[in-house]
């Protein structure tokens, strides 16, 4: 059996952009839970400026508690990284594994990190260097692989030269991500194919946004282009606060029931994880997102 792996991204592209703040102990809570429904690789916060997403303040008391976990040697738990300062942070939390986060829209790459995308791209080289230094991982994201807020449709072409430059600086993986939501398969095929003419398959994964219903669509569109990793989040909770009218992530509990279905293994326990999707919703007062945590319901 074919595996096909997800990286669980709620406890940070999901609860970054909750209005309410989460106390430390149900983002820990959430991430135990998580942990026990089979990820490999869940993002647990972001070293970013507290005055742009208050709601990830808490990631360096969130990462030495992981740190004393029993799944930190077995679990990736990934940060988000801007900048030098970002690493510092992280570092001196623990971080074993970080993300830089570039776009493919210039506009969006201001308003998200205060920066164009040649700055940077070279924000994330000394960051990379420094990090290769202390032997932690780096992934790399590209945001508005489709379209952005901003500008309209993107340019497949851009998404492959920003893909290509991250790999080419160290990342060992390229996040795909479809930040708004708007794509279809017809032009996440068109995207991905320009992507795959400068990097193999096998060092990307699709980030789906299901603003417009077409993420599980996406994502089956990406497993016929060879894609073999997936960013979701569990409830489908999220989305970019700089991404003017993004909606949720892809719920993690309905990518796991579609790649079961197709016949993957993901390793991944569903009723663990519905019953993840109901913690955090009732935590945030509000159901979950997903079709599957409604199907299975409370007591799956
Ligand atoms: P800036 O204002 O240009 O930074 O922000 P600066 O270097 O001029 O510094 C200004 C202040 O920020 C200073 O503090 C710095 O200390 C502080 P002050 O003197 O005013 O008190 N600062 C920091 N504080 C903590 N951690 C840091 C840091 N760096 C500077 N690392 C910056 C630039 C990048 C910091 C800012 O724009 C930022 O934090 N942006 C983050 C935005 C963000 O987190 N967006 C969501 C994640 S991306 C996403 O969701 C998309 C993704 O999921 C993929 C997809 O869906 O497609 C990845
Ligand atoms: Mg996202």
Redesign the pocket.
Same mark, same amino acid.
């Given at each position: 059996m074919q595996h096909v792996k997800i990286v669980e #991204?709620g406890p940070r592209?999901g609860l +970054?952009n909750e209005k309410q703040q989460v106390p430390l102990a149900a983002k820990l809570e959430l991430i135990r839970r998580l942990a026990g429904a089979g990820f490999a690789a869940i993002e647990a916060g @972001?070293? #970013?400026?507290?005055?742009? #997403?208050p709601q990830?303040a808490d990631s360096a008391e969130l990462l030495k508690a992981l740190d004393a976990s029993d799944t930190i040697d077995t679990i990736a738990y990934p940060v988000? #990284?801007? /900048?030098e +300062? !970002?690493l510092d @942070?992280a570092l001196a939390a623990g971080a074993r594994e970080i993300a830089v986060?570039g776009a493919a829209s210039e506009s969006f790459s201001q308003k /998200?990190? /205060? @920066?164009s995308i040649a700055e940077s791209l070279r924000r994330f080289e000394s960051v990379m260097r420094r990090a290769q230094a202390a032997n932690i991982r780096v992934r790399g994201?590209v $945001?508005?692989v489709v379209g952005c807020p901003y500008e309209g449709q993107v340019a497949p072409a851009k998404v492959a030269e920003v893909a290509a430059a991250l790999l080419d600086m160290g990342c060992y993986e390229i $996040?795909l !991500?479809?930040?708004i939501g708007v794509g279809t398969p017809a032009s996440v095929h068109l995207m991905l194919d320009a992507v795959l003419r400068k990097a193999p398959a096998d060092r990307l994964a699709g980030?789906f946004?299901d603003t417009y219903g077409m993420a599980i669509a996406n994502i089956r569109a990406a497993l016929d282009s060879g894609i073999r990793v997936f960013d979701a989040s569990v409830a489908g909770l999220g989305g970019?606060?700089?991404?003017r009218g993004a909606s949720g992530n892809v719920a993690s509990e309905d990518v796991a029931y579609l790649l079961q279905g197709e016949g993957y293994h993901t390793g991944i326990d569903l009723t663990k994880l519905v019953a993840a999707a109901w913690y955090i919703a009732d935590a945030l007062g509000k159901p979950p997102a997903s079709k599957l945590a409604h199907a299975l319901g409370r007591q799956a």
């Open positions: #991204v592209d +970054q @972001a070293f #970013v400026s507290p005055k742009w #997403v990830m988000l #990284v801007p /900048n +300062q !970002g @942070a986060f /998200n990190i /205060n @920066a994201y $945001s508005c $996040s !991500g479809d930040t980030h946004h970019c606060p700089y991404a």
